[in-house]
């Protein structure tokens, strides 16, 4: 398959393919971790609310962090700044 991807697209193909299994591979491990991270929480804690709650608010901030939350947080700042009127300086010479 290696072969096929390198002949019929080039080397540059090839790692952008990869790169996308490898991301989705990521993040998929990366679910499984915190919901195993909330379970033995839970375990340990013998069930207290409060640091379960915890233990899942971290883990959705992981998961949004890892699904690319950093880049959406950018991409709207960005906006904002490129939305803003112009500002203007004038200066008077007497």
Do not use: C
């Not at 409060?50 to 947080?73: D, E």
């Amino acid at each position: 398959m290696i072969n096929e991807i390198v002949m019929a697209g080039g080397f540059l193909d090839l790692i952008t393919v990869k790169s996308e299994e490898v991301k989705s591979a990521i993040e998929s491990v990366t679910f499984v971790v915190v919901i195993l991270m909330v379970v033995i929480t839970a375990v340990k804690t013998k069930m207290s609310i409060a640091a379960i709650l915890m233990s899942a608010i971290v883990g959705g901030i992981v998961l949004w962090l890892v699904n690319g939350g950093i880049n959406v947080t950018s991409d709207l700042a960005r906006d904002e700044f490129d939305s803003a009127p112009a500002i203007v300086n004038t200066q008077t010479v007497l």
